[in-house]
């Protein structure tokens, strides 16, 4: 097809969703010519760099309670759409296979991310799919029922156009965010707020914590409002490092701390160390603990830096018996160990963020088919909408059912095949 052809389906990024949504709408009817354009040079940067390496495809229990941002219900009308089940079954069916792991989450078996977007590109240029890039878009607009897409490159006509374009998380993998300039001037709205999410969090420069890079130890996390009331809670391992905190469970409240911190200042987020053990309950443990010094007493659950840094904060001498401090210190101590409140400064920004929270809402969108109820014609899926997922697999699992729901319903509008 040349450029002076027109498209009856351009598809604005081929990432995770925009080659999901194109495979299935080639898929649904092979009259339809579609056209998947990509600014990347080399396709696919973030499938490439996405679990380590290995992709976290899915996780083996997907529902609408592992997502953040548009409303549940919203979530999960298209997440039933396109399943677990259906996800393995496509991947599979385009020589993909996956195993779960004890985690929950699915990888390829192969453990090469590779693998994954071999297959989904294999996939949409099996049905008919043509791959243009690097084809970097750079405006659309939309005159008389057809849409023209342009860039330095030259013009595409296009009767339906499905945007995928990503958010801003990893930048340099050509996700900038232009996508959400096009979804504005097609008519669209955005969140208020637009923030990175699985994002690392910054502690002060010179903070003790940070002199402990590399320590990682399951802990339970907790955001509380400025009047204390808890917002959120995590269980899982945190990960310290020079600059503050990593590893999921810094990474799954970073969405909550940056969504609630510009309206609350004074919301905190509290690590509990000691994770079996409630707040109101420390102070009685550390009775019980009788003569055993902090070290002996928490030696065989945190690693002794870890001890030494906590017990200096709480100004307690690390091998003195528990037995002899005073009411007020054991309660310091306390506190410390199971409700820490860490001075988060900022964050490590998109360069760093898995993925992007707040974009197009859901409200604005068609769920049967995610065509857009204010620019007829046009759908949304991806990272782009108001939707981000914890850690785990759940955003590229987003990325397949928001794809599917919008490459069937984007063909279906041409008639049956
Ligand atoms: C380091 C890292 C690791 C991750 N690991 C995981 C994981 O293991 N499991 C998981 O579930 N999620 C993971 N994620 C999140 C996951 O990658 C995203 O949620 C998912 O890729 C979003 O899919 P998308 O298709 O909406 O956007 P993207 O994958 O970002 O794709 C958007 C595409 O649009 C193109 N594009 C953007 N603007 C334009 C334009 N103007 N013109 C032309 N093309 C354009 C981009 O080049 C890109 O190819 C990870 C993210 C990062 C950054």
């Given at each position: 097809m040349?450029?002076?052809?027109?498209?009856?389906?351009?598809?604005?990024?081929a990432?995770?969703a925009?080659?999901?949504?194109?495979y299935?709408?080639?898929?649904?009817?092979s009259?339809?010519?579609?056209?998947?354009?990509?600014?990347?040079?080399?396709?696919?940067?973030?499938i490439?760099?996405?679990g380590?390496?290995r992709?976290?495809?899915?996780?083996?229990?997907?529902?609408?309670?592992?997502?953040a941002?548009?409303?549940?219900?919203a979530?999960?009308?298209?997440?039933?759409?396109?399943d677990v089940a259906?996800?393995?079954?496509?991947?599979?069916e385009?020589?993909?296979?996956?195993?779960?792991?004890?985690?929950g989450?699915?990888?390829p078996v192969?453990d090469?991310?590779?693998?994954?977007?071999d297959?989904?590109v294999r996939?949409?240029?099996?049905?008919?799919?043509?791959?243009?890039?690097?084809?970097r878009?750079?405006?659309?607009?939309r005159e008389d029922?057809?849409?023209?897409?342009?860039?330095?490159?030259?013009?595409?006509?296009?009767?339906r156009?499905?945007?995928?374009?990503?958010?801003?998380s990893?930048?340099?993998?050509?996700?900038?965010?232009?996508g959400?300039?096009?979804?504005?001037?097609?008519?669209h709205?955005?969140?208020?707020?637009?923030?990175?999410s699985?994002?690392?969090?910054?502690l002060?420069?010179?903070?003790?914590?940070?002199?402990?890079?590399?320590?990682?130890?399951?802990?339970?996390?907790?955001?509380?409002?400025?009047?204390?009331?808890?917002?959120?809670?995590?269980?899982?391992?945190?990960?310290?490092?020079?600059f503050?905190?990593?590893?999921p469970?810094?990474?799954?409240?970073?969405?909550y701390?940056?969504?609630?911190?510009?309206?609350?200042?004074?919301?905190?987020?509290r690590v509990?160390?000691?994770?079996?053990?409630?707040?109101?309950?420390?102070d009685?443990?550390?009775?019980?603990?009788?003569?055993?010094?902090p070290?002996?007493w928490?030696?065989e659950?945190?690693p002794?830096?870890?001890?030494?840094v906590l017990?200096?904060?709480a100004?307690?001498?690390?091998i003195?018996?528990?037995?002899?401090?005073?009411?007020?210190?054991r309660?310091?101590?306390?506190?410390?160990?199971?409700?820490y409140v860490?001075?988060v400064?900022?964050?490590?920004?998109?360069?760093?963020?898995e993925?992007?929270?707040?974009?197009?809402?859901?409200?604005e969108?068609?769920?049967?088919t995610?065509?857009?109820?204010v620019?007829?014609g046009l759908?949304?899926?991806?990272e782009i909408c108001?939707?981000?997922g914890?850690?785990?697999?759940?955003?590229f699992?987003?990325?397949?059912?928001s794809?599917?729901v919008?490459?069937?319903?984007?063909?279906?509008?041409?008639?049956?095949?």
């Amino acid at each position: 097809m040349s450029h002076h052809e027109t498209a009856d389906i351009a598809i604005i990024g081929a990432g995770a969703a925009g080659l999901m949504a194109a495979y299935w709408a080639a898929r649904a009817n092979s009259r339809l010519r579609v056209v998947a354009l990509d600014g990347a040079t080399k396709l696919g940067a973030k499938i490439l760099v996405a679990g380590g390496g290995r992709c976290n495809v899915t996780h083996d229990e997907v529902d609408e309670g592992a997502y953040a941002g548009s409303t549940r219900p919203a979530i999960r009308k298209i997440l039933r759409r396109f399943d677990v089940a259906q996800t393995i079954e496509f991947f599979a069916e385009n020589d993909v296979d996956l195993k779960v792991e004890d985690s929950g989450k699915l990888f390829p078996v192969t453990d090469q991310a590779r693998t994954v977007l071999d297959g989904l590109v294999r996939a949409a240029e099996s049905v008919g799919v043509r791959i243009w890039h690097p084809r970097r878009v750079e405006h659309i607009t939309r005159e008389d029922g057809l849409f023209s897409i342009r860039g330095s490159w030259g013009d595409l006509p296009a009767r339906r156009v499905i945007l995928a374009t990503g958010g801003k998380s990893l930048p340099k993998s050509g996700s900038d965010g232009l996508g959400y300039t096009f979804a504005q001037g097609l008519g669209h709205s955005l969140t208020p707020r637009i923030t990175p999410s699985l994002v690392p969090l910054l502690l002060p420069k010179d903070h003790p914590l940070t002199t402990l890079s590399g320590i990682s130890t399951v802990v339970r996390i907790a955001l509380h409002d400025g009047r204390g009331k808890l917002i959120v809670s995590f269980d899982d391992s945190l990960l310290l490092a020079h600059f503050g905190v990593s590893g999921p469970a810094a990474l799954d409240i970073s969405r909550y701390i940056l969504d609630t911190r510009p309206d609350d200042p004074a919301a905190t987020l509290r690590v509990n160390w000691l994770p079996d053990i409630a707040p109101e309950q420390a102070d009685a443990a550390l009775v019980e603990a009788g003569k055993l010094t902090p070290m002996r007493w928490i030696g065989e659950r945190l690693p002794d830096r870890l001890i030494r840094v906590l017990c200096a904060e709480a100004v307690i001498d690390p091998i003195v018996p528990l037995s002899n401090l005073t009411r007020p210190q054991r309660q310091t101590l306390a506190r410390t160990l199971t409700a820490y409140v860490l001075p988060v400064s900022g964050d490590r920004g998109y360069t760093y963020a898995e993925v992007t929270a707040g974009g197009v809402p859901l409200s604005e969108l068609d769920l049967k088919t995610m065509e857009s109820r204010v620019t007829p014609g046009l759908h949304l899926c991806g990272e782009i909408c108001d939707v981000d997922g914890r850690i785990g697999g759940y955003n590229f699992q987003w990325a397949w059912s928001s794809g599917y729901v919008a490459g069937i319903g984007a063909a279906d509008s041409f008639g049956k095949a």
